[in-house]
């Protein structure tokens, strides 16, 4: 069973930042388009970044633009998401997602789109 396990979340101060990780398993991972999704307490999940399958490609919601960078490692099967300039607005849980259908160099914000999803990590940036 196709398994993602999220790692680096945690507390930091407004301003800081976090890298989270995301390693897959029980696929070929350069066969899936990753994103990175997030959902705060009382809110829907929202699309926060993807990453195509050549990790050449990338994708990222307004709200994150310029302060979040996804890169990937398909040696490593992991994918990463390097959060800068946090803001406490940034706090939420986030997940990581595989998309089978991507091609190498698409990306994709549906979250309808993603097939596998991680259990989540979460992220509280204080004031």
């Known amino acids: 069973q196709v398994q993602l396990v999220e790692s680096g979340g945690g507390l930091v101060q407004a301003g800081g930042s976090l890298r989270l990780s995301c390693v897959a398993s029980?696929?070929?991972?350069?066969?899936?388009?990753m994103g990175w999704f997030r959902q705060s307490p009382g809110k829907e999940r929202d699309f926060v970044a993807a990453?195509?399958?050549?990790?050449?490609?990338?994708r990222y919601a307004d709200s994150v633009k310029g302060r979040y960078t996804a890169s990937r490692d398909n040696a490593k099967n992991t994918v990463y998401l390097q959060m800068n300039s946090l803001k406490p607005e940034d706090t939420a849980v986030y997940y990581c997602?595989?998309?089978?259908?991507?091609?190498?160099?698409?990306?994709?914000?549906?979250?309808?789109?993603?097939?596998?999803w991680g259990q989540g990590t979460q992220v509280t940036v204080s004031s």
């Open positions: 997602a595989a998309d089978p259908q991507s091609s190498w160099w698409g990306v994709e914000t549906a979250e309808d789109e993603y097939q596998y």
């Open positions: 029980k696929i070929t991972f350069s066969n899936y388009g």
């Open positions: 990453i195509s399958r050549s990790g050449t490609i990338t």
